[in-house]
């Protein structure tokens, strides 16, 4: 079983769509999670943290559940410059693993 | 501020041959990471630098790739000898703490 697993997709959704990613992670003794964007051919940036009581930034909401062991990403009324990659990464000791990512597409 | 630096972007050798990839990390970051990313995958951490000692090279194919970080501020990343199966882009990021990381444009290497 992969450490950290993600739907790769791709979602394809209208503008103004809301989508969730979910990201369901194997090493219970994981500390910090992340959302991190990657555009096409770009470097990954960091979207956000992921704390236990959820947390929200604009139109994105992050949460996670240690006990079923994953972290999700809600995108509200998305937009055309939401395409692109959303890799999930969580950390333990000194170990940082990424997911593979999630691709959405959002069409006009 | 400068961001991470990476060069060169583009290498394409063929297998067997050596290549050498260069970064710089952000001013002050203490932290810095090399990573591997194959085509539809996610990075792979290949090893992490705390200012010039290594903290995890656990993933590291100590037969044919070397790092080192000299002074604690630039890095090299080198691979000898390369296989096709290290086609990929490297990346480079740096760190004050954990997170975030900042990661350089990458370098796009083609083994043939």
């Known amino acids: 079983r992969k450490e950290v697993e993600q739907d790769p997709g791709p979602f394809n959704v209208p503008e103004g769509a809301t989508v969730a990613f979910n990201c369901t992670y194997s090493n219970s003794a994981s500390q910090s999670f992340f959302w991190y964007r990657q555009d096409c051919r770009k470097e990954p940036k960091l979207l956000m943290s992921?704390?236990?009581s959820g947390n929200e930034d604009g139109r994105f909401t992050a949460q996670l559940n240690r006990a079923s062991q994953y972290i999700s990403l809600l995108i509200r009324d998305s937009k055309l410059s939401d395409s692109a990659t959303y890799l999930c990464?969580?950390?333990?000791?000194?170990?940082?693993?990424f997911g593979a990512g999630t691709r959405l597409f959002v069409k006009a | 501020e400068a961001g991470v630096a990476q060069s060169p972007r583009y290498k394409i050798i063929e297998k067997r041959q050596s290549v050498a990839f260069w970064c710089n990390p952000i001013s002050g970051h203490a932290t810095l990471y090399w990573y591997q990313q194959i085509l539809g995958q996610g990075p792979k951490l290949l090893i992490q630098f705390q200012n010039n000692g290594v903290v995890d090279d656990s993933q590291l194919p100590k037969d044919r790739f070397s790092a080192e970080r000299l002074k604690g501020v630039d890095s090299t990343l080198k691979i000898q000898p390369a296989k096709l199966e290290d086609s990929a882009v490297y990346l480079c990021a740096s760190s004050l703490d954990r997170h975030p990381q900042y990661f350089g444009p990458g370098t796009r290497l083609t083994v043939l």
């Open positions: 990464v969580e950390t333990g000791g000194f170990k940082t693993i």
């Open positions: 992921v704390y236990s």
